[in-house]
């Protein structure tokens, strides 16, 4: 068994009584166990309670998580939507439209240039 670094354990001497037993070291023996016993136990309920609150948290944390799976599911419709319109848009006999929207990001990171440098 490994033990604690912190932890000094001295055996008591042994002093036989009248009969030949050692009744005080017993005792002082039972009373160490005890003491030991009840810090064992007061260490397991922290880490339970400990326990308990990790596990509350990894529930929640599983939740935002599927929140932010289906948020993303449903980006991702919207985008490849967008895109097959933006294909059809192209694939058109209207060059023009394709120009309209060159022209139109040209002009949007113009503003936003603008507004950037002007901050």
């Known amino acids: 068994m490994r033990?604690?670094?912190?932890?000094a354990y001295?055996?008591?001497?042994?002093?036989?009584?009248p009969s030949g037993t050692s009744s005080h070291s017993h005792d002082a023996l039972e009373e160490e166990n005890?003491?030991?016993?009840?810090e064992l136990k007061s260490k397991i309920?922290?880490?339970?309670s400990l326990t308990i609150d990790i596990g509350n948290e990894v529930r929640y944390q599983d939740k935002l998580l599927r929140g932010i799976?289906?948020?993303?599911?449903?980006?991702?419709?919207?985008?490849?939507?967008?895109?097959?319109?933006?294909?059809?848009l192209g694939k058109g006999g209207h060059r023009n439209y394709m120009c309209y929207m060159f022209l139109f990001v040209?002009?949007?990171f113009f503003v936003l240039f603008l507004v950037l440098k002007l901050r």
């Open 45 to 48: 309920g922290a880490l339970k």
């Open 10 to 17: 001295q055996p008591l001497p042994q002093n036989p009584g």
């Open 34 to 38: 005890e003491r030991m016993a009840d």
């Open 3 to 7: 033990r604690s670094q912190g932890y």
């Open 106 to 108: 040209m002009f949007v």
């Open 69 to 88: 799976d289906d948020d993303m599911d449903r980006t991702g419709g919207f985008l490849s939507n967008t895109i097959t319109r933006v294909v059809r």
